[in-house]
């Protein structure tokens, strides 16, 4: 998603625009693919051997800031802040 703010940015286009524009076209990927990966590292949680729950429990909460917490909020709001 950063990658798409710089490449909008470097087209001419605000930071309001490029945030706009970059979310809208790579969001619903991020979503989608952190939702597959969600799907998969929970299904380890539910797993009799200790240490392959503990590791899914790890990934399924890493994977969901980064793709929904992250992504969503924590990027836009940085480059609104830091503008140019």
């Known amino acids: 998603m950063f990658n798409a703010i710089v490449e909008l940015k470097e087209k001419g286009y605000s930071n309001a625009e490029c945030i706009s524009i970059a979310l809208g076209n790579t969001g619903s990927v991020i979503n989608i693919a952190g939702l597959v990966m969600l799907c998969a590292f929970g299904g380890l ?13 790890i990934l399924f909460v890493g994977i969901f800031i980064d793709a929904f917490v992250n992504d969503i909020f924590i990027i836009p709001a940085t480059v609104s802040v830091l503008g140019d």
């Open 45 to 57: 949680t539910f797993s009799d051997i200790l240490s392959m729950a503990q590791i899914g429990l």
